[in-house]
């Protein structure tokens, strides 16, 4: 088992804030990132010709990519060093920015934008290790997690509303730029001031375990993106539909034989982590779902600006931020199900109310329906993180973790990669098909409901406590 290698002296207060609000701005440059890109769409597919499936690309190749490698970051880091991978991450993410924001084309954006993804698996889960080797003190630790997850709240209430604004104001390629001084005054931040740290023995590259992940994630996306395009039975889409099939089988057969797998396949015998995974894909389908039709239907549709856009999405966002923190509270004094079940009901009624827009529905209509989904996905965070560790043998929280992440990444670049083509597909124009794709998300608020009351229910509770004995003995086994 690893050993963290924390700094190799001890840090003053004030050098711990300074460590803390560097990794603060990580959290900034990429939680932003993907709201503000949603709001920037209709001016994106106007300035470069994209068509919908391209503009899914726009989101999804971010989305996917840091899918593929949170896993691979958090192990390099570990290997590496944190500040070092952090350092690496910052770089990337700028690089990927400034070519995003002098892109003459779709496709150079689009590969900006996975270069962007490269850097930002680099950033938030390392960042999070470097809090955790920087303030070694338990209560210190949870107000730093605390000040992080309410960084994160805010920063995504003010991304639609900070996207309108530097979209009308400045351009699309404004959202791209912004991000490289920031990232600048992170990376020197960081060579002053974060120290390094390391695990004492860090985890072995799983280079078979990589390449599947990306043979499974990549080709899912890409088939329900191209479906409409190319046709849903035309060889090229049965064939990634097939690769993918393929890559699961492999993964599941490797991984299970590596002492050290890239994904250990083994946590997911806890109902309680797998329906906490299978939830995260559910819950981020809705929510990028969710951002992509909306940032259509209010540009494209109904003629608002980028910040006009951005300002009636924003009670969405206030209420994810205020929920996300009450969401806690509720957890602690009642468990995850009551949370589950409330989330899923509002995601169900929020984009259930949006099933019923056209084009001279009232502002009103829209920000009660707005209100519903935030409030609903603000509480689903909580009770997602607390089943997925739930009866977890402590050394496997950081795998549970880092798997519980992937599954929320690639749950989000599913429900851009449905929803789009789903319109794209649709003969009865925009708002039609677009009420097809509302009513898929309705069912993934359901879901939520669902899966919630089954993976905290007293079988799942004690199955995960039998799983979570059987890996304890197992690791323990590996380490003789």
Same mark, same amino acid.
């Given at each position: 088992m690893s050993r963290p290698v924390g700094p190799s002296r001890v840090l003053s207060p004030r050098e711990r804030t300074i460590v803390l609000s560097t990794c603060f701005l990580s959290v900034v440059v990429a939680g932003l990132d993907t709201t503000i890109a949603n709001v920037a769409l *209709?001016?994106?597919?106007?300035?470069l010709h994209a068509p919908i499936s391209g503009l899914q690309w726009v989101v999804d190749s971010y989305t996917l990519v840091i899918a593929c490698l949170l896993m691979f970051s958090g192990s390099l880091a570990d290997r590496f060093g944190r500040r070092r991978t952090f350092q690496a991450g910052l770089g990337l993410f700028s690089l990927g920015s400034l070519i995003c924001g002098l892109a003459p084309s779709l496709e150079v954006l689009? $590969?900006? @934008?996975?270069?962007q993804a490269v850097g930002g698996s680099m950033l938030n889960p390392v960042a999070m290790s470097i809090i955790a080797a920087t303030f070694t003190?338990?209560?210190?630790?949870? !107000? $730093? &997690?605390g000040a992080w997850g309410? &960084?994160?709240g805010l920063s995504g209430a003010a991304g639609p509303v900070l996207g309108g604004l530097l979209v009308g104001g400045l351009g699309w390629r404004s959202i791209f730029w912004v991000n490289v001084p920031v990232c600048a005054v992170a990376i020197s931040l960081t060579r002053r001031f974060v120290p390094e740290s390391k695990a004492a023995h860090g985890k072995r590259f799983d280079p078979l375990g990589q390449l599947l992940v990306v043979a499974f994630l990549g080709p899912v996306t890409a088939a329900v993106i191209e479906g409409p395009r190319h046709g849903w039975g035309s060889p090229f889409i049965i064939a990634l539909f097939v690769l993918a099939a393929v890559a699961v089988a492999?993964?599941?057969?490797?991984?299970? @034989? !590596?002492?050290? *797998?890239? &994904?250990? &396949? @083994?946590?997911?015998?806890? *109902?309680?982590?797998?329906?906490?995974a299978i939830i995260s894909v559910v819950a981020l389908a809705a929510l990028g779902g969710f951002l992509f039709l909306n940032t259509l239907y209010l540009q494209d549709v109904r003629g608002c600006s980028a910040l006009h856009?951005?300002?009636?999405?924003f009670p969405m966002a206030a209420a994810l931020a205020a929920c996300a923190m009450i969401s806690g509270r509720i957890v602690a004094a009642r468990g995850s199900r009551p949370a589950f079940v409330l989330a899923g009901l509002l995601l169900a009624a929020g984009t259930g109310l949006l099933t019923g827009t056209g084009h001279g529905t009232g502002t009103w209509y829209l920000v009660l329906a707005?209100?519903?989904?935030?409030?609903g996905f603000g509480l689903v965070g909580t009770p997602l993180t607390h089943t997925a560790l739930s009866g977890m043998p402590r050394d496997q929280a950081g795998v549970a973790?880092?798997?519980a992440s992937t599954c929320r990444q690639t749950g989000g670049a599913i429900g851009v990669a449905v929803c789009g083509s789903m319109v794209v597909g649709g003969s009865g124009g925009f708002i039609e098909s677009s009420r097809t794709a509302w009513t898929v998300l309705t069912g993934c608020g359901i879901a939520t409901a669902l899966l919630g009351l089954v993976s905290t229910g007293r079988w799942a509770r004690a199955r995960a406590e039998r799983s979570a004995r059987r890996l304890s003995t197992h690791a323990l086994e590996m380490t003789r």
């Amino acid at each position: 088992m690893s050993r963290p290698v924390g700094p190799s002296r001890v840090l003053s207060p004030r050098e711990r804030t300074i460590v803390l609000s560097t990794c603060f701005l990580s959290v900034v440059v990429a939680g932003l990132d993907t709201t503000i890109a949603n709001v920037a769409l *209709p001016s994106i597919q106007k300035a470069l010709h994209a068509p919908i499936s391209g503009l899914q690309w726009v989101v999804d190749s971010y989305t996917l990519v840091i899918a593929c490698l949170l896993m691979f970051s958090g192990s390099l880091a570990d290997r590496f060093g944190r500040r070092r991978t952090f350092q690496a991450g910052l770089g990337l993410f700028s690089l990927g920015s400034l070519i995003c924001g002098l892109a003459p084309s779709l496709e150079v954006l689009v $590969a900006g @934008r996975a270069l962007q993804a490269v850097g930002g698996s680099m950033l938030n889960p390392v960042a999070m290790s470097i809090i955790a080797a920087t303030f070694t003190d338990s209560k210190e630790r949870a !107000r $730093a &997690v605390g000040a992080w997850g309410a &960084v994160a709240g805010l920063s995504g209430a003010a991304g639609p509303v900070l996207g309108g604004l530097l979209v009308g104001g400045l351009g699309w390629r404004s959202i791209f730029w912004v991000n490289v001084p920031v990232c600048a005054v992170a990376i020197s931040l960081t060579r002053r001031f974060v120290p390094e740290s390391k695990a004492a023995h860090g985890k072995r590259f799983d280079p078979l375990g990589q390449l599947l992940v990306v043979a499974f994630l990549g080709p899912v996306t890409a088939a329900v993106i191209e479906g409409p395009r190319h046709g849903w039975g035309s060889p090229f889409i049965i064939a990634l539909f097939v690769l993918a099939a393929v890559a699961v089988a492999g993964l599941t057969v490797a991984e299970s @034989r !590596r002492a050290e *797998p890239l &994904v250990d &396949v @083994r946590v997911f015998s806890s *109902p309680a982590f797998s329906g906490a995974a299978i939830i995260s894909v559910v819950a981020l389908a809705a929510l990028g779902g969710f951002l992509f039709l909306n940032t259509l239907y209010l540009q494209d549709v109904r003629g608002c600006s980028a910040l006009h856009a951005g300002l009636l999405i924003f009670p969405m966002a206030a209420a994810l931020a205020a929920c996300a923190m009450i969401s806690g509270r509720i957890v602690a004094a009642r468990g995850s199900r009551p949370a589950f079940v409330l989330a899923g009901l509002l995601l169900a009624a929020g984009t259930g109310l949006l099933t019923g827009t056209g084009h001279g529905t009232g502002t009103w209509y829209l920000v009660l329906a707005y209100l519903l989904f935030g409030a609903g996905f603000g509480l689903v965070g909580t009770p997602l993180t607390h089943t997925a560790l739930s009866g977890m043998p402590r050394d496997q929280a950081g795998v549970a973790g880092a798997i519980a992440s992937t599954c929320r990444q690639t749950g989000g670049a599913i429900g851009v990669a449905v929803c789009g083509s789903m319109v794209v597909g649709g003969s009865g124009g925009f708002i039609e098909s677009s009420r097809t794709a509302w009513t898929v998300l309705t069912g993934c608020g359901i879901a939520t409901a669902l899966l919630g009351l089954v993976s905290t229910g007293r079988w799942a509770r004690a199955r995960a406590e039998r799983s979570a004995r059987r890996l304890s003995t197992h690791a323990l086994e590996m380490t003789r």
